[in-house]
């Protein structure tokens, strides 16, 4: 991409730069009062379902989503284009299991749909950290993406700027977050879906005119150009070289649908719905909005192979994160150029308000649990003013150390923060949710193990794959301290999840657990049916 042309390069930073002041103006107009705490919280449930749905969309296509998923189909072929649908089947579980309970029992956090039935403020803590624990991995990963995005686009090879970028952008971020509140982020959300979709779309389109619109005829350059023949159309490519391939891939499609659907920057969009009904819609619009999208991704990540060659894409990048600009300018062929300009820019715009939409929604998730579940949750209670003030101060406090990790690791591999994200997720995160919402005789102890276990389970198994080290393409490639046969942690890390969970309940003894029990019983009906919105006396945690 260094010979893009300078009047591109131009058109590029004008365009960010527009779009950043745009979306920086639309979170100081629709920002909450000071003293409005639902209104910072879920913007008041005044977006339509298609907006919300759209904004849904938005926070679960992340920037490590376009690129990394673009590079894996770009370089595996049919594993990829597997991995993109397991992404549309994880909001499809979102959808049709967890959606409408988390509306009913949720309030403004994860900790609050928890706490509904498990009161305490070790369960809202923990809740907290293990919301931390699994959004600050992709925090790092799209903040350190966007100084090489930058860079990248605009021609330079400066680590002091990618530096200043992720420093500039980072506090751009941060501003999101604390000034707009949940719906200054939900608009964002919104423009960035569009303008993906949008973009996106007329690549795709281009492409496939480029093969008089014939998908097969794209597989087939797209598997002649990448040296490996049939292999690209077929099972096991992506993981070829591991001990036990069909294990593997079955791991990592288990930990993206599992994982991916209880984010906790996704789960918060649930609490902005005003009803059942509303939140149905919702995610009706927002499967498909991505269901669109990994139709595109796939086209384009094919087309990057198909003109340039599966070792072009690598030589680009080993892990194949530029494929999606890859094949976005190579779609043009070489006489477009005017209109390679004008489109090739609207694609990297839509991909900078990616990269700020995203981390903006993960601050807003952890600011909102570090206020609402540990600040506000005590003895005295606060003011509505001071809490909202507190949300804004644990944005800038959950942004800066994020800010300052993102400029040690840019230089490594972040696949594996990526992984470990959806591995928390899937092993800690949607154990607690699956327990806390449908089995009654859960206990507070069972919880603490869930989250705890599948966290620990995580960070212990991750250390040993063969992301973290012993190969070309590991964070630490020199190193070789591979001990652990797979890829992702998920095919133990999600049993050792639900096991700590059943373990722990059964040591809280049954007198214990017959009581959350009758807990459980007199909100079940309200959290499994939205029977009342009111909060029963007593589980306000």
Not at 18 to 35: K, Y
Not at 122 to 131: D, E, K, L, P, Q
Not at 294 to 316: D, E, K, N, P, S
Request: proline share 3%.
């Amino acid at each position: 991409m260094t010979d893009f042309s300078s009047s591109a390069q131009g058109m590029s930073l004008v365009a960010f730069t527009a779009v950043a002041t745009i979306t920086l103006l639309l979170c100081v107009m629709t920002g909450p009062d000071r003293d409005n705490l639902d209104e910072f919280y879920t913007g008041f449930g005044s977006l339509t379902p298609m907006r919300n749905g759209l904004a849904i969309a938005g926070d679960y296509i992340s920037a490590a989503t376009v690129l990394g998923t673009g590079g894996i189909i770009a370089l595996t072929g049919y594993d990829g284009i597997v991995l993109a649908l397991s992404t549309s089947l994880s909001l499809m579980l979102l959808m049709f299991l967890l959606a409408e309970p988390l509306r009913n029992a949720g309030r403004f956090t994860m900790g609050d749909v928890i706490a509904r039935r498990l009161p305490g403020r070790a369960v809202r803590i923990t809740a907290c950290a293990t919301t931390l624990a699994a959004l600050l991995p992709l925090m790092l990963v799209q903040l350190a993406g966007a100084g090489d995005l930058l860079a990248f686009v605009l021609g330079f090879t400066s680590e002091g700027f990618k530096t200043g970028c992720v420093i500039a952008l980072g506090a751009l971020m941060i501003s999101y977050a604390a000034i707009g509140g949940m719906k200054g982020t939900a608009l964002i959300q919104i423009m960035k879906t569009v303008m993906l979709l949008g973009s996106g779309l007329t690549v795709a389109l281009l492409i496939l005119y480029r093969f008089d619109w014939n998908p097969g005829a794209l597989a087939s350059q797209a598997a002649q150009a990448s040296g490996v023949g049939n292999a690209f159309l077929h099972s096991g490519l992506q993981f070829a070289g591991t001990a036990n391939p069909r294990l593997d891939m079955i791991s990592s499609e288990l930990t993206v649908v599992l994982g991916g659907a209880c984010l906790p920057h996704v789960t918060m969009r649930m609490y902005t719905a005003r009803s059942a009904r509303e939140v149905r819609r919702s995610m009706s619009w927002a499967v498909s909005a991505v269901g669109l999208f990994v139709l595109i991704i796939a086209i384009i990540g094919f087309g990057a192979t198909a003109f340039l060659g599966r070792a072009a894409v690598a030589a680009a990048d080993p892990q194949g994160n530029t494929a999606y600009l890859l094949g976005a300018r190579a779609a043009f062929g070489a006489d477009a150029s005017t209109a390679e300009t004008l489109v090739f820019t609207t694609v990297t715009t839509a991909l900078f308000l990616t990269l700020l939409a995203s981390v903006a929604g993960m601050i807003l998730a952890c600011a909102n649990s570090l206020a609402h579940d540990v600040f506000a949750h005590r003895r005295t209670p606060l003011t509505a003013r001071k809490e909202m003030t507190l949300a804004r101060v644990s944005a800038l406090s959950v942004g800066v150390p994020a800010i300052l990790l993102a400029t040690f690791v840019q230089h490594y591999n972040l696949q594996p923060l990526v992984t470990l994200s959806f591995c928390l997720g899937a092993s800690a995160l949607a154990p607690a949710l699956v327990y806390s919402l449908f089995w009654r005789r859960y206990t507070s102890t069972g919880l603490l193990w869930t989250l705890l276990g599948g966290t620990a389970s995580c960070l212990v198994l991750m250390t040993g794959t063969n992301l973290v080290s012993g190969s070309p393409t590991s964070a630490f490639p020199g190193q070789d301290f591979n001990w652990f046969p797979f890829t992702t942690t998920g095919i133990a890390s999600i049993p050792l999840g639900f096991l700590f969970g059943w373990l722990g309940t059964l040591a809280s003894g049954r007198r214990t657990a017959d009581g959350q029990r009758r807990q459980y019983e007199a909100v079940e009906a309200w959290i499994l049916a939205g029977a009342t919105r009111q909060v029963p006396k007593g589980q306000d945690g």
